[in-house]
Every structure is written in C-alpha cells, then in structure tokens.
C-alpha cells in the first residue's frame, strides 16, 4: 500500500469513526415502572404512549408490538374486533416511534426488549388471572422473538408472529451488508424512504393512503435506524431456536417486504409448540389487508383454542421458500425500513 492509499484509507477510518450510528438507549433507573391510562412509565423516567381496547367480558389479554414507522394505531382494526370477541388488546408506541419524545431514532435491541419485558410485567399485574399473549407485527415479531429467548423472558402463555421480520445480517445479501454499514458509520442522519421502489405492503389502498397521511408514521427513516433494525432482525432470527411458548406464526404469499427464506427459517426452527398459516392473497400487512378479517379470525380461534383447526383453513406444515425466490428485488434494507 503506498503513501496515498494508506493516507485515504486513515482518513475514510476516522470519518467512520466520528460518524458513528447514534441510538438514543435507555437511561438507568430512577423510578418503578408503572401502568397508567394512556402511558406506561419505564424505570428510566421514559413515557411509553399507550392505547387499550376493553373487551367487556375479557377472557384474555393481548400486547401489541408494532412494526417498524408505525407505532400503536396499528392494532386499531383488529383490537377493536378482538374486544368484542373477549379480548381485551394493549399497544404502546415503541421508543423512537408514534408519539414517544426521541421519535425518529433508533433505541437498540436491549431498550426494546427491556421495554417489552416491563410491560408485560405490568399487564400481567393488572391481569393477573386471564391468559396473556404477545402479538407482533414484522419488527415488533422481532422484539417480541429476541424477548422471549432471552434467560428472563416474562411469563406469557403464547406468542403470535405476524410477518416476522427477520431479515438480518445472516440472510442479507454481502452488498447490502456493506452499503449499509458504509452509510450507517458516514451519514448516519441520512433519510431513506424507499419511494421509488415498485414495492406493495398490502393491497387496501384506501389504508395505504391513510397510512402515508398520518403524521405519526415515520415516513423517512434515518440509515442508522436501518441498520439498528437490522441487527434487531438479526436478534430475531438467532432467537427462533429458543422460543418455547405456544407461537402462531401467520405470512402473506404476496409479502414483498420480507423474504420467504428466513421465515422458513422461523418456522422451522421454532421448537415450541406452534401453528403456522400461509394465506395465498396475504400481503406484509396482514391485518389490514383486504382479507385481514380472515386473519383476525384465525388469531382469534387460536387465542381461545390453541389446538382447533384454524377457520381459513390456510394453515400449513411446511413451507417452499424457494418458490418466491424469483419475485424478490431491490435493496433489503430499504424494504424492510418502509412498512413495518
């Protein structure tokens, strides 16, 4: 290596170096967590915006984990079905998402399962004798994955995946890798928006629409945001072996944001006792997709029946990935950073 080169190569080194991605993590204990009417309070002070659907008769308790750009509103449609079925449905704006006061910045993997253990702490204290369940959504399956395998995962009584986005280091393409790791360590503040790719979430449009006009979706996300999502994706995925609860794990045939390979991972890795559903017309967003009641009503029978058949009859015991291996384009990280 000549003089030059070494001399780029030092000056590319200390740009990256300075340039580093900039999370926004929990801060240490100053309070007791705690469970109010529209927040939850973290042990750091932090204010986790909160929104709950009462069934009158409850006879289970869910937790909602959204996706990433979104934050509770997601669980709008279902949550309200689910209430009047016997489910009573809690959703909280991840840090970083919806409302929370460092919107826009990545919290890290640890936060959020941190954040989701407290949680379910105390909506377990508040429920205390009605079975309790974790729904999430692509990322928010993620959290909700690396949570559960973790050596102190909180008592749940199961756990269901919707798109889960595991997508990380493992399954991503070396170039992406490397494009993304370039662009997280010198313009980490950089946005990404992902709107020139020919790329559909769901097939309701008339959601779609509302979804791009709501201004608590995040309609640009910071490159060192991808790349925290990413590792927490990676964190997902590594976690599949270890999931003991019940899990039910629901994909779209048409999901162009997550690919086929690493849910066929998931789901085959999964070791606890689990369901698996594949819906032919099923697009990322499955519970707001045009045929997303047949899907709320899948989660639902198998909420109060874990072994009955599920009703849409979509359910499957093995799962060809490489069937869609052809219908995957563009750049994954942009994808997955586009609706969660």
């Known amino acids: 290596m000549n003089f030059f080169s070494a001399f780029i190569l030092m000056v590319a080194v200390m740009a990256m170096s300075s ?44 937790i909602g984990v959204h996706g990433m750009g979104d934050y509770s509103n997601a669980f709008d449609g279902i949550a309200g079905w689910l209430s009047q079925k016997g489910v009573t449905t ?40 009605q079975p309790l369940y974790i729904i999430g959504l692509s990322m928010g399956a993620a959290v909700a994955m690396a949570t559960m395998a973790d050596e102190d995962a909180p008592q749940i009584d ?38 020139r790719l020919k790329i559909w ?29 990413v590792s927490l994706m990676e964190a997902g995925y590594q976690a599949a072996p270890k999931i003991q609860v019940p899990t039910l794990i629901v994909y779209g045939n048409k999901d162009e944001i997550i690919p086929p390979e690493p849910v066929n ?43 009955k058949p599920l009703p849409s009859g979509a359910e499957i015991t093995e799962f060809n990935a490489e069937a869609r291996k052809d219908q995957l384009t563009g750049p994954s990280a942009i994808r997955v950073g586009e609706a969660g």
């Open 265 to 307: 991972y998931v789901i085959e890795t999964v070791p606890g006792p689990k369901r698996v559903a594949l819906y032919e017309d099923g697009y990322h967003m499955l519970l707001r997709d045009l045929q997303r009641e047949i899907v709320w009503a899948d989660i639902q029978s198998w909420l109060s029946d874990r072994a």
């Open 201 to 229: 979430p769901s097939d309701n449009i008339e959601m779609l629409r509302a979804y791009s006009a709501d201004p608590n979706v995040i309609k640009g996300t910071r490159i060192d945001a991808v790349y925290g999502l």
């Open 90 to 129: 809690y959703a909280f704006d991840q840090r970083g998402f919806g409302t929370t006061t460092t919107r826009g910045y990545w919290p890290g993997t640890q936060t959020m399962v941190g954040d989701l253990k407290h949680v379910v702490s105390l909506v377990r204290e508040k429920h205390p004798n």
């Open 158 to 195: 199961g756990l269901i995946l919707a798109a889960p986005g595991v997508w990380g280091w493992t399954a991503l393409n070396p170039l992406y890798k490397a494009t993304l790791w370039i662009g997280a360590h010198t313009m980490p503040w950089k946005k990404l928006t992902g709107g």
């Open 19 to 62: 340039c580093a991605p900039q999370f926004k993590t929990a801060g240490g204990p100053i309070t007791q967590a705690m469970l109010g009417n529209d927040g939850l309070t973290m042990p750091d002070g932090f204010t986790l915006p909160l929104r709950k659907w009462q069934a009158g008769n409850a006879n289970a308790v869910v």
